[in-house]
């Protein structure tokens, strides 16, 4: 889990961040240093559940909120990531709201 250690308002607007993170969360970006989402488990306050269905609950579904439903359409692709840490499992699911 990391931190943000200090931030700086720039003249454009933005803010530049300085965080620390774990080592294993560093490797889980692969390299990656563009495209970046800075995300706090304290910002969510939504509740949902796993659904089970099939032969011996093999099948497990994440269910979406009722207010999030509502910009969500069927799309085919989906691309899913997991974030592994001591104490938890974060699952992120990114949908492209262009190609739905």
Do not use: W
């Amino acid at each position: 889990m990391g931190s943000i250690l200090s931030s700086k308002v720039q003249e454009d607007g933005k803010i530049t961040y300085e965080v620390v993170i774990d080592r294993d969360e560093a490797l889980q970006l692969k390299g990656n240093l563009d495209g970046i989402h800075v995300i706090s488990e304290k910002a969510a306050e939504t509740k949902s559940r796993i659904s089970l269905r099939g032969k011996n609950d093999a099948t497990k579904y994440f269910l979406i909120p009722r207010e999030f439903r509502e910009d969500i359409k069927k799309s085919k692709e989906v691309t899913c990531q997991k974030i592994d840490t001591s104490a938890k499992s974060v699952y992120i699911f990114y949908v492209d709201k262009i190609k739905i």
